[in-house]
């Protein structure tokens, strides 16, 4: 291991800090009157000529295959225009992701998968005439459940995005074998769906099929989308078209936490509908059920944690192995044990990541895929081992602080973990903290707990922005990014005002749109950091080139710039995480009245957004550690509470007196604006924090989320 | 969609003979549960005949010190009337206890009552439910019943009546005033909903057209005390996993007399006369209350995802008896 550079933390050899002014200030939404008038156009709300609707039809069996199909009822409803199957869908040309080649075979791989749709005047004609169309299957046997015993476990070729599977370093059965304290449990999360308040939407219209003055189509989607440059991508190879020949819109979009980061089969759907409809604009949302089967959703996972230490606590062996599931249409391995590569020094640590097949739909991102359910198993196992070791859970913590990062060597750009527990638990009253399960108030046991938080700085390549000096005397900005409620509108246009060095209300950003230059998807907290350093990059070029009283119309484009420092430097956030709950002592209730978050994440672009995107995160977490379970019936494969009234997610009478706060410093390394993600960082350890305080109320540890009152009744 | 046909009720008698003259009309108050059954699939009405303009929406005392409850009053409208909220605090917290804000404001006394279970295999029309589509077999039989019944089941049928506010009545003792082709009858809530049986389809005893009117409260007894608890997953907005109404009256120290429903553990509102057996003349304490849940809790059927219902609603009817008797002795 090596020492960090003494001056890293304070500045970068190769990214010029951007000059602050608006960056950091609290400034209100730009969206934000357009949003509360309900003038934002989402999906659904462009203004669109003669549209129709799509209504998808979905296999009732898990397994097996279509026989046949009998659209002569539903075709006889008036209002109906079209019914699509597997045998009158258009081919498409590429078929290679199985989750997007939709209607182009009989075969079913999971409960819920496409197998058409009904395309109608109205939205109601589409979904009646849907339930008339009768559906014959030869039913194959199914298997749907994930246990860590199966004998049929393999490993990947390497985890979510780029990870390697398994990690190995030194002698961890040596070491656990000579440890003074070992700890050996198994924690399980259980199937989660994303269930963004916005349901997943999809118009598509076709212009000029096949006969354009061009000599080609062009289809154009306005979608709900994380990235609207990749559903482009994606859509244009589906139906053979050059990518200029499909436009995506995607001004707004109402939450998506990973599920709306790729194009799903709705997508192909609503434009394989709007074929049908020569030119007539498809209307595809989905229903809160369906999300359930089409729009992807958190692993399942059985996650063994063992560790070692010596009698001071210093950990000598971190074993996590995690056991989760993938779907047979498109492998996704979550890279569940990749943070406990770097959280804490151990001389011998080993990670392994193994999946099940299985024939249920496609899973995918969800907040934070990996480090969220990953440290919900680590971090209880760290408050277990405190327990063992009679120490306090934060100095167990700061005694196994790594001096650079464990997993390779490189310096940490900015950690400030120690500092976020540290300051965290003056402000929450640490110190009122009792031994596990003695501290009554009534008929409620009370408890806090503690755990840390991590998430990546990932930097996306492949952004482009373009700057340009407008008639109005403004700066046209533009850039193909997302706004998925989280402030990009207003953090970009800050950032924008800072490089250009000009008036916050001269920048007039463009995002969400295929014809603005392209951007990455805002997926695993990039955006910021990958859309900022470009739009910094494309301002300062703009002033070299065009000066500070630039004519109308001048205009300048840039690319990505490369940051050495991501090689360099380990460039993470931290953060720290503390809840206070009580547990009813007659009924297992769980309260939690009070919550903070100390975050470590380099500058904040916005203080208001941010807040709202950490307690949006944190509240995740409540939400987790309580409420969230796919309840998958293995007999029918489907997940049976797929709606609000049964998938529970915390509600306002849940989230008490909920606080984030951050160290504000910048890291120099990170990009010119110092600034890191906070997208995700904000539900990683909230649920573990949740769990631990669980057991400091009543003494009994549970390791099976969600922890639900029958969990915790006494006789 | 499917067509329904739509009108508005300008007396009862009228409506009453609407609606039994054909077998595909429905009453329509709230809508908060059969409209979402009709964009489901699981109800397909072909003419509703709205009843909220009827003059049903009043909330009487009555002379004997009971009270009267229109049909069609909201139950926003009713968990704040400031006589029941001193007479029957149970009734008052029970509404409270139950959906949203916005559904209270919608939802009516009548349509409470006759609320379907929230069952989710009766709720998917893709798979087998005995109540939605009788003989097609029951679904949560094998599958997920964690929200299942643990008294009264029967092999067709595992689901839960899911109204707080029923259950509440239950324990007082209200009486459904319902409207026929030859006048109006008297049903005890006690005996308003059913077993499953072999019939889960019917939930009540009410027959097809028949109109409730109102519900009555028979007096409250001097010195009762009655309370409310729901347990639930979450702090609002949740079907309850087990409810307890109680209403209690002591004799210092002595139970005199007590009457409890359960809500959450079966097919119906459960009221627990054994429970209530046990405790009538026994000491108030911790001990008492616990094997008077027992006597009741004694004849459970646990399924494998719900057996936590019995030492729940054990603990919460222990909780809910020990404040009451706590209350009366201030």
């Known amino acids: 291991m090596t020492r960090p550079d003494t001056d890293s933390a304070l500045s970068s050899e190769s990214i010029e800090p951007l000059n602050i002014q608006t960056v950091g200030t609290s400034l209100p939404r730009v969206d934000g009157h357009a949003k509360v008038t309900g003038t934002a156009t989402y999906a659904w709300e462009h203004d669109l000529r003669n549209p129709t609707y799509v209504y998808p039809l979905q296999s009732a069996i898990a397994r097996g295959r279509v026989l046949r199909m009998d659209a002569t009822q539903a075709e006889s409803v008036d209002g109906v225009i079209a019914v699509l199957t597997p045998y009158n869908a258009a081919r498409l040309a590429d078929t290679g992701n199985a989750e997007l080649a939709v209607l182009q075979s009989d075969e079913i791989a999971f409960r819920g998968q496409l197998i058409g749709a009904v395309v109608a005047e109205t939205p109601e004609t589409a979904r009646h005439a849907a339930s008339l169309v009768g559906v014959e299957y030869e039913q194959q046997p199914h298997d749907t459940e994930l246990r860590a015993d199966r004998p049929d476990l393999y490993r990947p070729d390497q985890v979510n995005p780029v990870f390697p599977t398994d990690s190995e370093e030194g002698d961890v059965e040596a070491a656990l074998a000579a440890a003074a304290v070992t700890l050996d449990q198994t924690y399980s999360t259980p199937m989660e769906h994303n269930n963004p308040m916005e349901p997943h939407t999809c118009v598509s219209v076709w212009d000029n099929a096949g006969t354009g003055a061009d000599g080609g189509p062009r289809l154009t989607q306005y979608d709900s989308t994380q990235g609207a440059h990749a559903v482009r991508k994606n859509i244009a190879r589906l139906f053979e078209l050059a990518p200029e020949r499909v436009r995506v819109i995607s001004p707004h979009v109402g939450g998506g936490f990973g599920s709306k980061g790729m194009p799903h089969a709705h997508n192909v759907l609503s434009a394989l509908a709007a074929r049908a409809v020569a030119g007539r604009p498809a209307k595809l949302a989905l229903t809160r059920q369906q999300l359930f089967d089409l729009a992807g959703h958190r692993t399942p996972t059985v996650q063994r944690v063992r560790l070692g230490a010596d009698a001071d606590g210093r950990l000598t062996a971190l074993c996590h192995e995690a056991v989760e599931h993938t779907s047979k249409v498109k492998e996704f391995a979550e890279q569940t044990a990749v943070a406990s590569r770097l959280m804490y020094a151990a001389p011998n640590r080993r990670t392994t990541h193994r999946l099940a097949l299985l024939d249920v739909p496609v899973n995918t991102w969800m907040r934070a895929p990996g480090e969220c359910p990953g440290m919900f198993a680590a971090e209880v196992a760290m408050d277990e081992l405190a327990d063992a070791c009679g120490l306090d859970p934060i100095e167990l913590r700061a005694i196994n602080e790594p001096e650079s990062d464990p997993s390779t060597g490189k310096p940490w750009s900015h950690r400030r973990l120690v500092e976020c527990l540290r300051t965290g638990a003056r402000r929450f009253g640490w110190d009122r903290r009792a031994e596990a399960g003695t501290r009554r108030e009534g008929d409620w046991l009370v408890g806090l707990g503690v755990a840390s938080a991590t998430y990546p700085s990932w930097a996306m390549p492949g952004s482009a922005a373009e700057i340009e000096r407008t008639a109005d005397g403004r700066y046209a900005v533009r850039i193909g990014a997302a706004d998925l409620g989280t402030g990009t509108w207003t953090a970009l246009s800050q950032i924008a005002s800072d490089a250009l060095e000009c008036p916050f209300d001269a920048v007039h950003l463009e995002i969400g749109d295929t014809d603005l230059p392209p951007a990455s998807v805002a997926g695993g907290s990039s955006g910021i950091n990958s859309w900022g350093s470009t739009i910094v990059a494309a301002a300062r070029a703009f002033r070299a080139e065009h000066g500070d009283n630039p004519a109308a119309g001048a205009r300048t484009s840039s690319k990505t710039p490369e940051n050495p420092d991501m090689k360099r430097y380990a460039v993470h956030s931290f953060g720290a995480q503390f809840a206070e709950v009580r547990v009813n002592a007659d009924t297992g209730e769980v309260r939690v009245p009070r919550m903070l978050g100390v975050f470590a994440a380099g500058r904040i672009i916005n203080p208001r957004t941010a807040r709202s995107q950490f307690i949006g995160g944190m509240t995740m977490g409540i939400s987790m550690a309580l409420f969230e379970e796919s309840v998958l019936d293995h007999g029918t494969g489907h997940v049976v509470n797929h709606d609000f009234a049964q998938y529970h997610v915390a509600a306002n009478a849940d989230v008490g007196d909920i606080e984030a706060t951050w160290l504000d410093e910048p890291d120099p390394h990170a990009n010119p604006m110092g600034a890191k993600g906070i997208g995700e960082i904000g539900i990683v350890g909230a649920p573990a924090a949740v769990v631990n305080a669980v057991h400091n109320a009543t003494g009994i540890r549970v390791r099976d989320l969600p922890v639900t009152p029958d969990k915790l009744l006494r006789a | ?330």
Not at chain 2, 125 to 147: F, L
């Open chain 2, 1 to 330: 969609m499917i067509p329904f046909d739509y009108s508005r009720a300008t007396d009862a008698r009228t409506a009453v003979a609407t609606v039994m003259a054909r077998p595909d009309a429905a009453f329509l108050a709230g809508g908060t549960n059969l409209v979402d059954h009709m964009k489901l699939g699981l109800a397909s009405p072909e003419l509703l005949v709205d009843v909220t303009r009827l003059p049903l929406d009043r909330i009487e005392e009555l002379p004997d010190g009971g009270m009267r409850i229109g049909a069609t009053v909201r139950n926003s409208d009713l968990a704040a009337h400031p006589l029941l909220r001193r007479r029957y605090p149970v009734l008052s917290q029970a509404l409270l206890a139950g959906a949203s804000g916005q559904l209270r404001n919608a939802a009516t006394t009548a349509g409470n009552l006759l609320q379907r279970t929230r069952c989710g295999y009766f709720q998917d029309v893709t798979t087998p439910c005995n109540k939605r589509e009788p003989g097609s077999g029951c679904a949560a039989v094998g599958g997920w019943n964690r929200h299942h019944a643990v008294l009264g089941a029967s092999e067709h049928c595992l689901a839960v009546h899911p109204s707080d506010m029923a259950v509440a009545m239950s324990a007082l003792d209200a009486v459904v005033i319902a409207m026929g082709a030859e006048g109006e009858r008297r049903i005890p809530v006690r005996e308003f909903h059913r077993l499953p049986g072999d019939t889960p389809e019917r939930d009540t005893v009410l027959e097809h057209g028949e109109l409730i009117t109102a519900v009555e409260l028979p007096p409250s007894p001097p010195g009762a005390r009655s309370a409310y608890r729901k347990v639930r997953d979450r702090a609002s907005f949740a079907f309850a996993l087990i409810s307890v109404a109680a209403v209690l009256e002591t004799d210092g120290d002595r139970v005199r007399d007590a009457r409890i429903a359960f809500g959450g553990v079966a097919h119906k509102p459960w009221r627990a006369t054994r429970a209530e057996e046990a405790l009538r003349g026994a000491a108030a304490t911790e001990d008492a209350f616990r094997q008077a849940a027992d006597a009741e809790l004694g004849a459970a059927q646990l399924l494998p995802d719900n057996a936590f219902k019995v030492p729940m609603t054990r603990n919460t009817l222990a909780a809910v008896l020990r404040e009451l008797a706590t209350e009366e002795r201030r």
